[in-house]
């Protein structure tokens, strides 16, 4: 941002980019978000990952409590699918 009453630029926070703060995610949570958001349900990733649907749940409900600590909440599998590509963890293509 220029002042117009003098030659000195001064920085705004407009100006700056955003800094997006990413939840610390383990493999295993990436592994579950990942197929979760490929599949249908919850048992059927329980399933291809041979854990409970119990286990499912309980890896989601901590990604969503991570996300929810970083200010990025995702109450729902579309706010998930939105986090995890802008987390480049899955493109639109890979869904």
Do not use: F, N
């Given at each position: 941002?220029?002042?117009?009453?003098?030659?000195?630029?001064?920085?705004?926070?407009?100006?700056?980019?955003?800094?997006?703060?990413?939840?610390?995610?383990?493999?295993?949570?990436?592994?579950?978000?990942?197929?979760?958001?490929?599949?249908d349900s919850k048992s059927a990733v329980a399933t291809r990952l041979y854990v409970t649907e119990s286990t499912v749940s309980t890896h989601?409900?901590?990604?969503?409590?991570?996300?929810?600590?970083?200010?990025?909440?995702?109450?729902?599998?579309?706010?998930?699918?939105?986090?995890?590509?802008?987390?480049?963890?899955?493109?639109?293509?890979?869904?």
């Amino acid at each position: 941002m220029r002042c117009s009453a003098s030659s000195r630029t001064y920085v705004t926070s407009s100006d700056r980019p955003a800094v997006v703060r990413r939840p610390s995610l383990s493999s295993r949570e990436i592994e579950v978000l990942l197929e979760w958001l490929r599949s249908d349900s919850k048992s059927a990733v329980a399933t291809r990952l041979y854990v409970t649907e119990s286990t499912v749940s309980t890896h989601l409900m901590r990604i969503r409590r991570k996300y929810d600590d970083v200010g990025r909440p995702a109450s729902t599998k579309a706010a998930l699918v939105a986090r995890a590509v802008q987390d480049g963890l899955i493109s639109l293509d890979e869904l």
